[in-house]
């Protein structure tokens, strides 16, 4: 069964991470213009990264709710229910018309699309985390927790490949007209494919034995058990703030290496699209590998140790990054990519432990899900667009400084933070 639970909650993690992806890669090259038409292209583009944004800022809602009813009712259920909400969106979003079909009803549609699919997968990733967490065999835990994690940079590869092939088969009229939607299309195989992997899933046998051991328990702790996962967990914010913290800088650079690179090369350099969207396909391809190793690692030394040496190292990369691309090298682009998002997943690799061990069953889930979808909207959602901003009105100086500076902050909380490598999930309290 654990070998079910793992190939679900990859497969998962992979297939709606990709619906994601797609929405951000194609946010930075058409969807400005097509449905936020502007004089200035500039701002056609910061418009449609607001957008992106908005999604963001919907997960955390979608953290509360399926949060809540996850620690209440199970995990499973709210994987099936997440992955068949964000599917229908992101298929729904290759089927609207433009702004030029029906004028500022596509904008509307798009950014409610746009929030279901921040809605669903706010309270999915939590859950296939834990679910692999829970189930996986402690000594190996970071190494198991890893696999979903890196469903982001393999839903970013799949998302990538997928534009790319598209971009290289269609000229760049074709795909502005109508060839993007297929991108988003694929969702309706993928989501059967899912939805069949996912039903398959049984439920946590973590979980399972919390709901037996509550219902054999006294009176006073029914009443705290009927009580929100949600207040429970932030009764105890510390966990939720060094959680936070460690997602900060993270969260920032992998959408400045995989989302606001796009925008930089092509935009402010003369970088052929496809050229960069190959750096960001095989980036993506490191910083999956960096995930799998990284969680590895961390049960070896540690989970402190295994975050704190690549946030150190991507503190270093940012300036470097930036001044080889200017040189405008693809290969020098590549370098830049690839070193920064292996690194990125060394760092985000054994998160996924860390994260599941900091908080005890009864409210992992939402509290692994305030950490998650927290981190969405101080990080996650401005990132695209603050880093295109900060460039536009100051210059790349400013958008090293403010990868620096929130990596700095993910180092000191990883810091501060206590070791969780080896813990018992079940008795934790």
């Known amino acids: ?4 639970v793992l190939t679900g909650s990859m497969a998962g ?3 709606e991470w990709y619906d994601f992806a797609i929405y951000g890669v194609l946010a930075a090259m058409v969807l400005g213009p097509l449905f936020f038409p502007s004089d200035s292209g500039i701002a056609s583009l910061l418009m449609a990264l607001a957008t992106q944004g908005l999604g963001f800022f919907a997960r955390p809602l979608g953290g509360i709710v399926f949060g809540h009813l996850g620690d209440r009712f199970g995990r499973k259920p709210m994987l099936v229910v997440t992955f068949l909400l964000l599917g229908t969106a992101t298929a729904a979003i290759g089927l609207l018309p433009t702004y030029a079909d029906i004028g500022i009803t596509a904008t509307f549609l798009l950014v409610g699309l746009r929030l279901i699919q921040g809605f669903a997968l706010g309270g999915e990733f939590g859950a296939a985390v834990l679910l692999v967490s829970e189930y996986g065999e402690p000594k190996r835990r970071g190494f198991w927790a890893s696999w979903p994690q890196a469903g982001a940079p393999a839903g970013t590869v799949l998302a990538t490949a997928v534009i790319t092939v598209l971009t290289l088969t269609m000229s760049e009229a074709t795909f502005e007209s109508w060839g993007w939607r297929i991108a988003f299309l694929i969702a309706i195989p993928l989501l059967a494919i899912g ?6 899933v049984e439920e946590s046998p973590v979980f ?3 709901q037996a051991q509550a219902a054999k328990t006294s009176k006073s702790t029914s009443t705290e058990k009927q009580k929100s996962s949600i207040v429970l967990a932030l009764r105890r914010p510390r966990q939720v703030l060094h959680g936070l913290g460690q997602r900060l800088g993270e969260n920032i650079a992998f959408y400045i290496y995989t989302t606001f690179v796009i925008a930089y090369a092509t935009t402010y350099f003369e970088f052929d ?8 396909t ?3 391809v490191f910083q999956f590998l960096g995930m799998i190793s990284g969680g590895a690692w961390s049960d070896r030394v540690g989970r402190k140790v295994a ?7 991507l503190i270093v990369w940012a300036p470097v990054f930036f001044w080889l691309v200017q040189f405008e090298s693809v290969p020098l682009l590549w370098v830049g990519v690839c070193v920064g998002t292996f690194f990125h997943g060394m760092l985000a690799g054994p998160e996924a432990a860390w994260i599941t061990e900091l908080f005890p069953t009864r409210y992992r889930y939402a509290g692994s899900s305030l950490v998650y979808q927290g981190s969405s909207i101080i990080a996650g959602a401005p990132a695209p667009f603050i880093a295109i901003w900060l460039v536009d009105t100051f210059g790349v100086g ?21 070791e969780t490598k080896g813990v018992d999930l079940e008795k934790i309290v």
């Open 273 to 280: 699209r496809g050229d960069v969207m190959l750096a960001v």
């Open 307 to 313: 975050m704190l040496i690549p946030t150190g190292v």
């Open 208 to 210: 399972r034995q919390a």
């Open 282 to 284: 095989f980036g993506s």
């Open 195 to 200: 939805f069949w992997v996912r039903r398959g």
């Open 398 to 418: 400013m958008v090293i400084g403010y990868l620096v500076i929130t990596m700095a902050i993910t180092f000191i909380a990883v810091a501060t933070s206590r």
């Open 13 to 15: 993690a992979v297939l």
């Open 1 to 4: 069964m654990f070998r079910r």
